[in-house]
């Protein structure tokens, strides 16, 4: 690419890690509405079972704009709906407790134009948080009885609306069934390359903190084991297209449900 006045530009970024060259943009050319596709595998350590894979989809509304004079970006993150997936159970997440979530600003987001590097630093998922003094790093409740303790008691809110704290799972299948009440905290990191004005996709890696904080029922509340980050970077990406600038996350869910947003990791 060349520079103002006829200079060469930089080359563009070759990122090692997915073995992919990035396609380079004009100045602000990223701008808009996009659809992004944030896919997980985690491991969790059963007893007797063993190592089973876990994780999920999240489907996020991006509205990024550009700072003409800075020459950075600012984007906002709508989490729009998900899949959860298991290996050892089947749960059921309504369409609009995803929706639910609040909107969040990333921590850092460095884009460069010139070259087509990508890294958007804490994209941040409040599951029945809220009012917290630090999001980020705020102690979660260990159990349901710390729960009911300050400074957690004001930290849980009912965020899908349905008369019972934190968010509530149901799970139809599995070594435990019913419904339970948690809390959760979700933190992703998207690093990759720039596809031209109109595609981005790479890896992420995302961090969890969960804590089950009631069920339904008189049954014991029992914290689930703790989900891992699978060993296989590969087996966790993003993927990121443009959609209509006034579309909202319904179009983000039809360019899941059409395959616009990869069913697979865009790359080898």
Known sequence: MAAAGGCPGPEPY????IGVEAVPVGPGELAGTFALKMSITTVTDLPIIGPQEGGGDTYVLVTRTYDEGAGTYTQVHQVCGGEIKSQNSVSELPASSWRALEAQVPRSIEIRDEDGFYDVEGHLELWGLANMDDPWDDALPEDDQQALEEPHASHIVDTDDDDHPGMT???VEGIVTGEFYF???KKTRLEGVVQGPDHIFGLNTTSFEQTIIGRAGDQPVLQGYPQQKHPEPKLNWFDEIRIGD?????RVIEAVENEELSKFRPFD
Request: net charge negative; proline share 0%; with cysteine.
């Open 169 to 171: 799972i149901t799970v």
């Open 246 to 250: 006034n579309d909202g996350c319904d």
């Open 183 to 185: 809390v959760q905290r």
């Open 14 to 17: 070759y990122d090692d890690d």
